[in-house]
């Protein structure tokens, strides 16, 4: 099934258990509003689905996962009400992914900024290729990770979270990425990384879903106040894109891309 949205797309398959689930956009994989939703709105919908026991998260094209936020909707956002409800969609997407009972295996297969490293994180298992690097950006734009912090956070821990927000403009390798714990594989060639996620997606397929719910209980353990948490991170990041700064960032940002 294909839901067409914001000119991209969420896309999923299901067999034997395993529920695939693509979301697309033409600029780099990034995530308007719309997308957002209808990802959280899909993931949710798998996770009611006593038909599917695991669940595969990816993304289109071949060169980026996801390069976060929609610069053309951040520009847009004119309101704090607007920008809470613009980064609300993230927070709808990392609690989705924590509260549905299956577990979630993320392919990685390029570059992770932003939002889209928000969405590694929240994975329950990351499957990656070399050359996925990562960057969290939003400092340097004038807001800041705070709706996708908890979860990146609780990946990696606060020493390397500090590290990835305070120098925002610096790229960490993959390799770095995987000694820190958000990838829990990294492969040479996406040959690889297909193979070992069609293993791993087999082999949970076939696992007891009582055992595995039981389990995601017990990984996720202390977020439960999440559903508030990140409603009040997402104001704070709804107020402070309307800074001067950030709309000057978006600005620049938007005008290199053209020339």
């Not at 006593?50 to 004119?78: H, M, N, P, Q, Y």
């Not at 990835?164 to 714990?181: E, F, P, V």
Request: glycine letters at 10%; charged letters at 25%; proline letters at 3%.
């Amino acid at each position: 099934m294909i839901t067409e949205v914001s000119d991209g797309y969420v896309k999923t398959e299901k067999e034997h258990g395993i529920t695939t689930i693509e979301f697309y956009h033409p600029q780099s994989n990034s995530l308007p509003g719309k997308l957002l939703e209808v990802i959280a709105q899909t993931i949710h919908s798998e996770g009611v689905n006593v038909g599917t026991k695991v669940i595969i998260l990816r993304s289109g094209g071949e060169k980026i996962f996801c390069a976060g936020a929609s610069l053309d909707e951040l520009a847009s956002i004119t309101n704090a009400q607007d920008g809470t409800d613009f980064f609300s969609g993230y927070a709808k997407v990392i609690n989705a992914m924590r509260k549905t009972p299956q577990f979630i295996i993320a392919r990685i297969h390029g570059k992770c900024v932003g939002g889209g490293l928000g969405l590694a994180a929240a994975a329950d298992y990351a499957i990656a290729t070399e050359g996925a690097d990562i960057k969290l950006s939003e400092l340097s734009a004038g807001f800041g990770p705070f709706v996708i912090g908890p979860a990146v956070q609780r990946k990696i821990g606060l020493s390397s979270f500090s590290q990835l927000t305070i120098d925002a403009n610096m790229w960490r390798s993959a390799d770095w990425a995987r000694r820190k714990g958000l990838y829990a594989e990294l492969h040479p060639e996406p040959s690889g990384m297909e193979e070992s996620i069609e293993r791993l997606s087999f082999t949970l397929s076939h696992f007891n879903p009582d055992a595995t719910k039981e389990l995601k209980k017990v990984f996720w353990k202390g977020t439960e106040d999440w559903d508030d948490l990140l409603r009040e991170r997402a104001a704070i990041s709804g107020r402070l894109i309307l800074s001067d700064h950030t709309k000057s960032f978006i600005q620049k940002f938007k005008s290199k891309s053209t020339l």
